[in-house]
């Protein structure tokens, strides 16, 4: 499979735990971004990497939100202290060049 | 505050007819505006692009028409088939970190549905 890989695909976590999220980019891209969308919007920036970088990083990503990127290959995403606000589809992309390629997301529904 | 506005939230039409999607931009440091095109469970895959350069560009039964002096843009569906019913994103790029990547600026979606 040469797309973005995300997992979990659904997360149902209470109110106050941490969740982490995993990106898998197309192996030969060196930029990696997260998106966060809530329903019945568009995806909002949250942060972006080149290789293992940061470089980066939207308001909307509190200090409850962490991203990494080790290695400049795969890339988490964690939460922690969840609120229900927090509650949208995570959305990973990757790309060479000007041209993104989004995965499939994962929706985080907090209760 | 929403740098590109979208309309209309959604729209039905029948097979074979010619949905217009419109969007609007207030920032000038965008320099390239993709649509987006993303069913349910999936993430947005790219449809068409256009630089503001072009006034009109055509890929298959999609056209983005550009409008530079007015920031406006829309996508139209040739033909538009069932298959095409989804919700279509408009989006505005520019670059950051030093020209090193770019971020999209998404519009609020259209909820395309096409009737056999």
């Known amino acids: 499979d040469t797309g973005v890989s995300q997992d979990p695909r659904h997360k149902i976590t209470k109110r106050g735990q941490n969740v982490t999220f995993r990106c898998d980019p197309i192996?030969?891209?060196?930029?990696l971004y997260w998106y966060r969308q809530t329903l019945g919007q568009g995806p909002e920036f949250l942060t972006y990497?080149?290789?293992?970088?940061?470089?980066?990083k939207s308001r909307l990503l509190s200090d409850r939100f962490s991203a990494e990127r080790p290695k400049g290959s795969f890339s988490t995403l964690e939460i922690q202290r969840t609120e229900q606000g927090d509650s949208a589809m995570y959305l990973c992309?990757?790309?060479?060049?000007?041209?993104?390629?989004f995965g499939s997301g994962t929706r985080l529904t907090v209760v | 505050q929403q740098q590109v506005k979208q309309s209309p939230q959604s729209l039905i039409v029948q097979k074979g007819g010619i949905p217009i999607i419109n969007c609007a931009y207030e920032n000038t440091a965008f320099d390239y505006f993709p649509w987006y095109q993303q069913f349910p469970g999936k993430g947005p895959a790219l449809l068409i692009a256009?630089?503001?350069?072009?006034s009109e560009k055509k890929e298959g039964r999609f056209t983005i028409s550009f409008n530079k002096s007015a920031k406006q843009f829309s996508l139209h569906i040739m033909d538009s088939q069932p298959g095409d019913s989804a919700t279509y994103f408009c989006?505005?790029?520019?670059?950051?970190?030093?020209?090193?990547?770019?971020?999209?600026?998404f519009g609020s979606g259209t909820q395309l549905t096409v009737l056999p």
């Open positions: 256009i630089r503001p350069d072009v």
């Open positions: 192996s030969e891209h060196n930029r």
């Open positions: 992309a990757s790309s060479l060049q000007s041209g993104y390629t």
């Open positions: 989006a505005a790029s520019r670059t950051i970190s030093s020209g090193s990547a770019r971020q999209l600026t």
């Open positions: 990497f080149q290789n293992e970088a940061q470089l980066e």
